[in-house]
């Protein structure tokens, strides 16, 4: 078992940013590619950001609009989503998931979730 902890939402002015952290403990981190999905209330959930396993390839979705960075750092278990010019629509719980193999921006191809972390942007 992979275990993922969420942490870093929060209540953001609209401009503001937030960076997410997403803590891992079990398995071998670094064998895992990792996304940010976020649910906005009453809309399915939806990929936001991917990283491979060894953090070469970062892929996002088109509604980032290079506002948002994904990273990760093996050494520490933990990979982070940098959110920056924050809009009132970024407004969800973000969820960071982990797979073996490559990035997918299908929900249901990732084993391992964390719990959720609430982001509202508002003023």
């Known amino acids: 078992q992979l275990h993922l902890v969420d942490s870093g939402g929060g209540l953001v002015q609209p401009g503001g940013s937030l960076r997410l952290s997403c803590a891992a403990s079990?398995?071998?981190?670094?064998?895992?590619?990792i996304s940010w999905f976020r649910q906005r209330p009453g809309k399915e959930r939806e990929g936001v950001s991917c990283?491979?396993?060894?953090?070469?390839?970062?892929g996002h979705a088109d509604f980032v609009k290079g506002r948002f960075a994904i990273s990760r750092d093996n050494a520490k278990n933990t990979a982070y989503l940098q959110m920056n010019s924050l809009e009132p629509e970024d407004t969800a719980v973000y969820y960071c998931a982990a797979r073996g193999g490559r990035c997918s921006r299908h929900a249901d191809e990732f084993d391992y979730w964390g719990q959720g972390t609430q982001v509202t942007v508002s003023s």
């Open positions: 079990g398995r071998q981190f670094d064998y895992y590619a």
């Open positions: 990283i491979s396993s060894a953090g070469a390839t970062t």
